[in-house]
Structures are given as C-alpha cells and as structure tokens.
Antibody, heavy 121, light 107 residues
Framework: QVQLQESGPGLVKPSQTLSLTCTVS??????????WSWIRQPAGKGLEWIGR???????NYNPSLKSRVTISIDTLKNQFSLKLSSVTAADTALYYC?????????????WGKGTTVTVSS | DMQMTQSPSSLSASVGDRVTITCRAS??????LNWYQQKPGQAPKILIF???SLQSGVPSRFSGSGSGTDFTLTISSLQPEDFATYYC?????????FGGGTKVEIK
C-alpha cells in the first residue's frame, strides 16, 4: 500500500523559500498512471491546489502561485519536492503531498498526513 | 479559474438523517467532479469520483449525482462516523479547484 510522508522545515522566514519533500513508500513513483501533487490548507480553511508533476517531469501549477512555485521529482529517491519562494504569512498552512490517479476521470486517492509550515520572523 | 460553490457551508443533522450537499461549478465540467471527506486532524479521503462512482471501501450510504454544473452528494442515513467536512473538487481543468466545504455537525 502506497504511503506518502512530507518532510521539511516547520518554520520559514518571510521572503525566504519554503522547501518540502514527499517520500513515497510501498510503491514506485514511476509506476502507473499517476500525478504527484501538492495541496495546502490554512488553519480552519479550505483546500488549495498548488500543483502537480508527472513522472516525465511535466508540471501544472496554480496560476495564483505559478511565479513562485517549483515542483520537481527524483525517481531514484522515490521523492518529489515543492519549492515556494518569497513566502509571506499568507503561505502559512498545512501542506499535503498526494497521489492523483490519472485515469479517465482523475482523483486523489492517497494523501500524506500533512506538515504544518509557519511563515514568521 | 473554475469556481466551485458548495452549499450549505454547514448543517446540523441527526444520526439516521438523509443529508444532501450540493456543489455548483461556474462552467460545465461534465462529470469531472470528486467528493472528499475530511475529519479533524486528518487528510481528506476520496468518497466519490467521476460525479457518481463510489470509491472502493466507501459505504454505500454515500452516493453522488449530477453532470455539467450541478452536483449532489447524498448520505442516505447519517452515521456517527460521518460527522466531518465534505469538499467537492473539479478535475476538468487546471488549476484544480475545491469547493469551500460543508461541515456536517451533530444536531
């Protein structure tokens, strides 16, 4: 059974770059028809899609964050990563990594537990 | 961006009640609509994909319907473990977007 685990600093200073890694276990990040995604959720609020990457390296980003976001994949380490630059307090949230089944009708079937990132000096 | 509007934002219901949550897309999204359940302190869990397909392992009291712009999630007989927040999500076009959520509380 595939599991995802986010890791990275829980505190980031304003204007710096937030960096998170998602480690995939129980299966290969390269197998199957999946996108690997990042989603965030500010405390007490709803879900915001950040972006996704396919095993080929093809990416899609949310235009609201596009100029600041980079998602990359390392198939050898079975990991994918998120970088969000020039962070502000508005980027404080619970960050989830997730797997999207990319069948005819896509959906997210596996989620990490999430990691809280606070932007503060 | 495709706007997803859920209603109500919250509701109170009793065990055994039939509960209906609606989700409206700002444009037609065909059947590219998913429903997730999120309990406090947990990640969301997929319930319904492609508007009406029940994810494996999800109880049959959950059902989804709709197409185009209007969708519905129905819980036929609310159980204690169903008290949670429910989100719709469109996957028709990027950026993928979620509804604002519906919190189902105990009456």
């Amino acid at each position: 059974q595939v599991q995802l685990q986010e890791s990275g600093p829980g505190l980031v200073k304003p204007s710096q770059t937030l960096s998170l890694t998602c480690t995939v276990s129980g299966g290969s990040i390269s197998s199957g028809t999946y996108y690997w995604s990042w989603i965030r959720q500010p405390a007490g609020k709803g879900l915001e899609w950040i972006g996704r990457i396919y095993t080929t390296g093809n990416t899609n980003y949310n235009p609201s964050l596009k100029s600041r976001v980079t998602i990359s994949i390392d198939t050898l380490k079975n990991q994918f990563s998120l970088k969000l630059s020039s962070v502000t307090a508005a980027d404080t949230a619970l960050y989830y990594c997730a797997r999207d089944v990319y069948d005819f009708f896509p959906y997210t079937d596996v989620w990490g537990k999430g990691t809280t990132v606070t932007v503060s000096s | 961006d495709m706007q997803m509007t859920q209603s109500p934002s919250s509701l109170s219901a009793s065990v055994g009640d039939r509960v209906t949550i609606t989700c409206r897309a700002s444009q037609s999204i065909s059947n590219y609509l998913n429903w997730y359940q999120q309990k406090p302190g947990q990640a969301p869990k997929i319930l319904i994909f492609a508007a009406s397909s029940l994810q494996s392992g999800v109880p049959s009291r959950f059902s989804g319907s709709g197409s185009g712009t209007d969708f519905t999630l129905t819980i036929s007989s609310l159980q204690p473990e169903d008290f949670a927040t429910y989100y719709c999500q469109q996957t028709y076009i990027t950026p993928l977007t979620f509804g604002g959520g519906t919190k189902v509380e105990i009456k």
